[in-house]
């Protein structure tokens, strides 16, 4: 999470922007479909980001961000960070309004780690 992604304009443009929005990196595929006009199939779960180099505005259509690899699933959004491992009962949840660098792992405090919990899990499923 929070991997760099650097897509260079069309030639002829020069348009550059810094955008801070939720992406995925399966959205490649469909963000060089988009800028190549070319038809993106149906079944792609990937989103065109193309929209982002035209707008001047802050761009923030995505509300969860997800990643999974090997053993690690984990999800973010604006403000929770939630990590958990295959065949492990424990994890990772941050609270990135008050430690944006997660140095304090609330995955343990039972006052608030049981509620995000439980939201992160629920958007397994429509994922």
């Given at each position: 999470m929070r991997v760099p992604f650097i897509v260079k304009p069309p030639a002829g443009s020069d348009r550059g922007k810094r955008e801070s929005s939720l992406i995925s990196t399966v959205d490649i595929a469909a963000t060089r479909l988009g800028g190549a006009e070319a038809e993106m199939p149906s079944e792609m779960p990937s989103q065109d980001l193309s929209h982002y180099l035209q707008s001047d505005e802050h761009l923030n259509d995505r509300e969860l961000g997800y990643m999974g690899a090997g053993g690690l699933r984990a999800m973010r959004d604006d403000r929770w960070k939630f990590c958990q491992y295959q065949d492990r009962a424990d994890g990772e949840l941050y609270?990135?309004?008050?430690?944006?660098?997660?140095?304090?792992?609330?995955?343990?405090?039972?006052?608030?780690?049981?509620s995000v919990r439980g939201t992160f899990n629920a958007s397994w499923l429509t994922l």
């Open positions: 609270d990135l309004h008050n430690t944006p660098w997660k140095t304090t792992n609330l995955w343990d405090e039972p006052d608030q780690a049981q």
